[in-house]
């Protein structure tokens, strides 16, 4: 650092930082980013594992990221560390696949060491379209066997069975996990939906709620 003092060290960081911006990868020439691309391929090859890492852990952390509403606001967290991840990936020998995937073998469960497995990305998209494929199954069958063909998240006994049904361990992801599961349907034209006000005043409390029926 050329200056002693505090203040003129600041002042040489500040002005050095506006004369030496970092380029943004689309103003560097071609050269520069072959570079680029080819120390990324390099940390890829030395560290395959910790793009599953970090992308894991953005969907989880990340508000802005597309999937957070799938992951962070289900109450998903992030407990791996790099260490364990790394494991993971030599235990379940994940240099074998095609396109390794990292895997939460309870869809509702955290990623932790315990919960989670390297499999094929295309069966990792699978497994969840036939978890939803059950689901969706299920909840038509409770509405014709249990009510007179309409259903809310408001229906206490709905929620207890869908519990019990697909092991739901933590209760706040309950309503975002049905939720889920109620609009895609009515998007795919399985269900219909309906909104009925619920006569609450009171600020902070919904003042109406969907209903599903079929």
């Excluded at 092991?167 to 009515?186: F, G, P, S, Y």
Aim: net charge positive; hydrophobic share 30%.
């Amino acid at each position: 650092m050329p200056y002693k003092d505090r203040k003129k060290q600041l002042q040489y960081l500040r002005n050095y930082s506006k004369t030496h911006k970092r380029k943004l990868y689309s103003e560097c020439s071609e050269k520069q980013k072959e570079m680029h691309r080819k120390r990324t391929r390099k940390w890829h090859d030395k560290n395959p594992w910790l793009s599953s890492y970090y992308g894991a852990k953005d969907r989880c952390n990340n508000p802005k990221n597309k999937d957070y509403k799938n992951y962070g606001l289900r109450d998903i967290k992030f407990l791996l560390t790099k260490e364990q991840i790394k494991f993971l990936w030599y235990r379940d020998k994940a240099w074998n696949l095609n396109q390794p995937s990292i895997d939460r073998e309870d869809n509702d469960g955290n990623y932790e060491l315990s919960n989670c497995q390297f499999i094929e990305l295309v069966e990792n998209i699978q497994k969840d379209r036939i978890k939803f494929k059950e689901k969706y199954i299920w909840i038509i069958n409770y509405i014709k066997q249990y009510t007179k063909g309409k259903i809310s998240i408001l229906n206490h006994d709905f929620v207890n069975k869908y519990i019990e049904k697909f092991k739901v361990l933590k209760r706040a992801n309950i309503c975002q996990d049905l939720t889920k599961q109620l609009r895609e349907m009515h998007k795919k034209g399985i269900l219909k939906k309906d909104i009925i006000g619920l006569g609450i005043k009171q600020k902070g409390k919904p003042k109406w709620i969907n209903i599903y029926m079929l």
